[in-house]
């Protein structure tokens, strides 16, 4: 059973930084895509960042040259590291790992950025 363990969300004041990490047991972490998502209150869930098996990443606009997304096979976790923080990037934060017709979800991490 595949199972995703997210860590790393708090409080931050805007222009700060954050870094989420989410951990995949269960399964050959390499061969998996990638993603965080996060929903906003009231929201849909959105693409934040994604990672290939390859290491390719895409971002969304709202957070290109702000965010990283990165993986570490070895540790089965990929990361976000998320900079300049600002007020419009509060929400949960969601670690997906798909491979195939297999599509994996965290549980959530929540990312509230206020002064």
């Known amino acids: 059973q595949v199972q995703l363990v997210e860590s790393g969300g708090g409080l931050v004041q805007p222009g700060g930084s954050l870094r989420l990490s989410c951990a995949l047991s269960?399964?050959?972490?390499?061969?998996?895509?990638m993603a965080w998502y996060r929903q906003a209150p009231e929201k849909q869930r959105d693409l934040v960042a994604a990672?290939?098996?390859?290491?390719?990443?895409t971002y969304s606009a709202s957070v290109e040259g702000r965010f990283t997304i990165s993986r570490d096979n070895a540790k089965n976790t990929v990361y976000l590291q998320m900079n300049s923080l600002k007020p419009e990037d509060t929400a949960v934060y969601y670690c997906?790992?798909?491979?195939?017709?297999?599509?994996?979800w965290g549980q959530g991490t929540q990312v509230t950025v206020s002064s």
């Open positions: 997906n790992a798909a491979l195939l017709q297999r599509n994996y």
């Open positions: 990672i290939t098996s390859l290491s390719r990443t």
């Open positions: 269960g399964s050959i972490f390499s061969s998996y895509g």
